[in-house]
T-cell receptor, first 113, second 111 residues
C-alpha cells in the first residue's frame, strides 16, 4: 500500500508569488488533513476534508490560503500571495476514520524570500 | 482550549539505556486518543504508539510503552534498550479528530 505522498518536497518562492502544494492520501482514506510547522514551533492543524467536503477549516490562517480536494482524492493547498511568515513545513495526513491514527506524508518545505 | 505540553526540548540517552519523554495535555473531553509520533532527521513522521483514553491499560509496542495517567492528564513515553535509530524528534499529540501537537522533544542517542 502506497503511503501519503506530497509534492513538491521543497519550494522556494518570492514574497507575493503563488505556490500550490499537492497531497495524495492513502487509497481509501476519506479523511485528509493539512498541518504546518512554522519556525520550529509546534505542528498546527490547518484543515480537514472528509472526501471532498471541508469538515473543519478552523486552522486556516487567512484567506490567502485555499484548499481543495476534487473528487475526494488528492488535495491541493494554494497560497496566494505568499508572505514571509508562510515559510515552514506543510504536512498532509490521511486516515480511514476520524479520531483514528493519521498517516503523514513527508512534508513540503516552503521557503518564502 | 486543548493544549499539549512537552517540557523537555532535548533529551539524551546512552545506547541500550532507558529514557522517558514527558507529555501533559489539557482537555475537557472524555473520549479522545493520544499518540506519540517520531520524526527522524529529514524523514517522514511515523506513528510510534497510540492510547485510547477509555482504556486503563497502558499501551506497549515492543520497546516503546506509555504511562497514561488520565486524571493527571499525563502521557509519557518510555523507550527501553535505546538504539541509534531511535534518535529523532518525538511529538506527543492529542486527538478528538484533528491532532493537537506538543512542541516536540529532540532525542539524541549516544553510542
Amino acid at each position: 500500500e502506497a503511503g501519503v505522498t506530497q509534492f513538491p518536497s521543497h519550494s522556494v518562492i518570492e514574497k507575493g508569488q503563488t505556490v500550490t502544494l499537492r497531497c495524495d492520501p492513502i487509497s481509501g482514506h476519506d479523511n485528509l488533513y493539512w498541518y504546518r510547522r512554522v519556525m520550529g514551533k509546534e505542528i498546527k492543524f490547518l484543515l480537514h476534508f472528509v472526501k471532498e467536503s471541508k469538515q473543519d477549516e478552523s486552522g486556516m490562517p487567512n484567506n490567502r490560503f485555499l484548499a481543495e480536494r476534487t473528487g475526494g482524492t488528492y488535495s491541493t493547498l494554494k497560497v496566494q500571495p505568499a508572505e514571509l511568515e508562510d515559510s515552514g513545513v506543510y504536512f498532509c495526513a490521511s486516515s480511514r476514520y476520524t479520531i483514528y491514527e493519521q498517516y503523514f506524508g513527508p512534508g513540503t518545505r516552503l521557503t518564502v524570500t | 482550549a486543548q493544549t499539549v505540553t512537552q517540557s523537555q526540548p532535548e533529551m539524551s540517552v546512552q545506547e541500550a539505556e532507558t529514557v522517558t519523554l514527558s507529555c501533559t495535555y489539557d482537555t475537557s473531553e472524555s473520549d479522545y486518543y493520544l499518540f506519540w509520533y517520531k520524526q527522524p532527521p529529514s524523514r517522514q513522521m511515523i506513528l510510534v504508539i497510540r492510547q485510547e483514553a477509555y482504556k486503563q491499560q497502558n499501551a506497549t509496542e515492543n520497546r516503546f510503552s506509555v504511562n497514561f495517567q488520565k486524571a493527571a492528564k499525563s502521557f509519557s513515553l518510555k523507550i527501553s534498550d535505546s538504539q541509534l535509530g531511535d534518535a529523532a524528534m518525538y511529538f506527543c499529540a492529542f486527538s478528538t479528530n484533528k491532532l493537537i501537537f506538543g512542541t516536540g522533544t529532540l532525542l539524541a542517542v549516544q553510542p
